[in-house]
């Protein structure tokens, strides 16, 4: 089903950067679902005023849930191009660990924000708290590697991102 691809479909791009929109969002907008779920063991009031983030943040996890099943789909029904040939053997490696981290990382947290939130089971929140140090490091090193890649390697990995390239 899969071919090989010089670059993603519009569909794959724009799913992305709406998932990195909503992460983005997700870590800079934190503080008020911590606030709720501090609220929540200890069984008190939750501030109104958070309520509001809280339930985005809840709402963002589910879709960032969703929009990651279907990129994963688009990816083995439709394709995604291959890492540069001349590419040394450890970035590729990097590269694929780091994608496949993403990954599990952006499926796996809303599960344990959910069984956490819905279920309160504490053990998943504090999993879902470790999972989210992670992500930071793995974001912060696949943008890195984009613009190592961009920038010293001068391929066209980040320009196949930005725009369609079939």
Do not use: C
């Not at 439709?78 to 496949?100: D, I, M, R, W, Y």
Request: charged share 10%; hydrophobic share 55%.
């Amino acid at each position: 089903a899969t071919s090989p691809r010089n670059g993603y479909s519009g569909l794959q791009i724009g799913l992305h950067w709406t998932v990195a929109f909503l992460v983005l969002f997700q870590f800079l907008a934190h503080d008020a679902i911590e606030n709720a779920w501090r609220a929540y063991v200890g069984n008190i009031a939750p501030d109104p005023d958070g309520n509001g983030m809280a339930n985005l943040h809840i709402v963002s996890g589910l879709l960032i849930f969703v929009l990651a099943l279907w990129r994963l789909w688009l990816r083995f029904s439709v394709g995604a191009p291959s890492l540069p040939e001349n590419e040394p053997k450890p970035l590729q490696f990097l590269a694929k660990a780091t994608h496949f981290g993403i990954y599990a990382l952006i499926i796996g947290m809303p599960i344990s924000g959910s069984v956490a939130w819905f279920a309160g089971f504490q053990p998943a929140a504090f999993a879902h708290v470790i999972a989210q140090n992670i992500l930071l490091a793995l974001v912060v090193l696949h943008v890195a590697g984009a613009l190592f890649q961009q920038f010293v390697l001068r391929s066209n990995v980040l320009s196949r991102m930005v725009m369609t390239l079939d």
